[in-house]
Nanobody, 121 residues
């Protein structure tokens, strides 16, 4: 059974940066992704990265500010977030799926507990 543990969230001022990490255990030859959920809103896709390194972004959401990467030797995926805005405030979740599929929450079978990101204005 895969376990995902996120870290790296926190409080940052608008325009600042944070790097989120997600360490995975178990079978990890998979696509891993980042989602976020703000209070009162649905969970939304941010980015994903395949085992091969190919990436997918919600371009309207990240607008070139976020970069997803992974270190397969460490079974870890990262989300580098630059130019943070107050509207980026949310709980960020790491997720994993095997095989191909759409970039929505239902397609991912394993989830971390989430890490809070708060951006002050």
């Amino acid at each position: 059974q895969v376990q995902l543990v996120e870290s790296g969230g926190g409080l940052v001022q608008a325009g600042g940066s944070l790097r989120l990490s997600c360490a995975a255990s178990g079978r990890t030859d998979s696509t891993m992704g980042w989602f976020r959920q703000a209070p009162g809103k649905e969970r939304e896709f941010v980015a994903s990265i395949r085992w091969s390194g190919g990436t997918t972004y919600d371009e309207d959401l990240v607008k070139g500010r976020f970069t997803i990467s992974r270190d397969n030797a460490k079974n870890t995926v990262y989300l580098q977030m630059n130019g943070l805005k107050p509207e980026d405030t949310a709980v960020y979740y790491c997720a994993l799926r095997y095989g191909s599929g759409p970039s929505n929450a239902a397609a991912f079978s394993s989830w971390g507990q989430g890490t809070q990101v708060t951006v002050s204005s």
